[in-house]
């Protein structure tokens, strides 16, 4: 079957600190695989995607790597932001397919 | 270019009363339609998904139905509503099934069921 998991939360860092959050999968096939966010009050937006192995998706900093030996797409970023703060989900989608699947979340807040 | 609808954006509604939010797409034709919840705190839930008029799928059996009338318009309704309804909804669409496509959301209501 198809699922993501992802590394628990919530995260508190210190501005201009590094950040990683775990995200493993699960799927048949060769999934495409996306970090979305979420600040509060709003919906989710794409943050980054790959679509296949050892590809790089980036975007504002953020970067995430399609790990096919290791099923695993970790979100990284070498400085974060106070306006980073936000929840972040991973997610797959089979191919071919158009249920996508996502991990529960991880809350981070970044202070001063 | 695309865009996605979702109203209301706060709903406050009494235990057995009725539910009906409406999400329309425009910009794009035969979209793939979802609803999902997230209550509090939690990670998303996936509801309902369409891939064409009349066509719905559901996840999670409950007192919540959805329809699509039109190829653009997913509904999310309830005859009567439970203080477990409660939530964050979400709605959002994608196209095709060909890998890599990119799931766009909406703003989401916040449901409170007193």
């Known amino acids: 079957g198809n699922s993501v998991t992802q590394m628990e939360g919530p995260v508190t860092l210190s501005e201009e600190a590094f950040l990683t959050i775990n995200c493993t999968y699960t799927?048949?096939?060769?999934?495409?695989l996306f970090w979305y966010v979420q600040y509060p009050g709003e919906g989710l937006q794409l943050l980054l995607k790959a679509t296949k192995a050892d590809d790089k998706g980036s975007n504002k900093g953020f970067e995430a790597t399609y790990r096919k030996e290791t099923t695993s797409f970790h979100l990284e970023k070498g400085s974060v932001q106070v306006s980073d703060s936000a929840v972040y989900f991973c997610a797959l989608t089979p191919l071919p397919g158009n249920q996508f699947y996502f991990g529960t979340g991880t809350s981070l807040t970044v202070i001063p | 270019s695309q865009t996605i609808h979702q109203w209301p954006a706060t709903l406050v509604q009494p235990v057995g009363s009725p539910l009906s939010l409406e999400c329309t797409v425009e910009?794009?034709?035969?979209?793939?339609l979802y609803w999902y919840r997230q209550a509090a705190g939690r990670g998303l839930q996936l509801l309902f998904y369409?891939?064409?008029?009349?066509?719905i799928s559901s996840e999670v059996p409950q007192n919540l139905s959805a329809s699509r009338p039109q190829d653009r318009q997913f509904i999310l309704s309830s005859k009567k509503l439970l203080l477990s309804d409660s939530g964050f909804y979400l709605c959002?669409?994608?196209?095709?099934?060909?890998?890599?496509?990119?799931?766009?959301f909406g703003a989401g209501t916040r449901l409170s069921v007193l």
């Open positions: 369409s891939v064409g008029i009349g066509q």
């Open positions: 959002a669409w994608s196209v095709g099934s060909s890998g890599g496509n990119i799931q766009y």
């Open positions: 910009g794009t034709s035969n979209p793939n």
């Open positions: 799927a048949t096939g060769y999934p495409s």
